[in-house]
């Protein structure tokens, strides 16, 4: 599945420090959530380099504007596309770190992981789904058609948006 607008294919060598330009677009218009976690990874990359903003403080990225600025700092991703998840995490004091995480489980990104010569700033911009409905084709495209969202039992979602922080 891939919520990607950006179709043309950028490259960046897997040993390089890069720059990415995310945008996340919501019914057409800009939109940054006020915490957020995004997690980029490659097939065979067990652990997810993480960009964030909680409470006003960022972690591998900076907001400009309307767009998410990752700084990827020797990533060190497996060749491949570049994917990623994000996470909207929305305050709630009923959860024990006080957020309720809501994962967007965007995948495929029009990045490359290469070998040889590549771009060291790349853009992408991305359609933020409406969650339900996103999660609604996620599940129906991961777990099975006709599955009904609010019978799936809250592992299953999990096991299909599980990411590990760290």
């Not at 993480?50 to 990225?61: D, E, K, L, Q, T």
């Not at 995948?107 to 010569?117: H, R």
């Amino acid at each position: 599945m891939s919520n990607s607008i950006t179709t043309a294919e950028q490259n960046v060598n897997r040993y390089s420090d890069f720059t990415m330009g995310l945008t996340l677009l919501k019914d057409g218009v800009a939109y940054i959530p006020d915490n957020f976690v995004i997690g980029f990874f490659t097939d065979g990359y067990c652990k997810a380099y993480v960009a964030s903003r909680i409470n006003g403080v960022y972690n591998n990225c900076a907001v400009d504007g309307d767009t998410i600025n990752i700084y990827f700092d020797k990533p060190r991703f497996p060749l491949g596309q570049l994917k990623c998840r994000f996470y909207e995490k929305v305050e709630n004091d009923n959860f024990s770190d006080g957020y309720m995480d809501t994962c967007v489980p965007i995948t495929a990104l029009p990045v490359n992981i290469v070998a040889g010569a590549g771009d060291e700033n790349v853009d992408v911009e991305v359609a933020y789904p409406s969650l339900m409905d996103d999660i609604k084709d996620y599940i129906d495209e991961q777990i099975g058609e006709g599955v009904d969202v609010a019978a799936a039992t809250t592992e299953e979602v999990n096991a299909e948006c599980d990411l590990i922080l760290t």
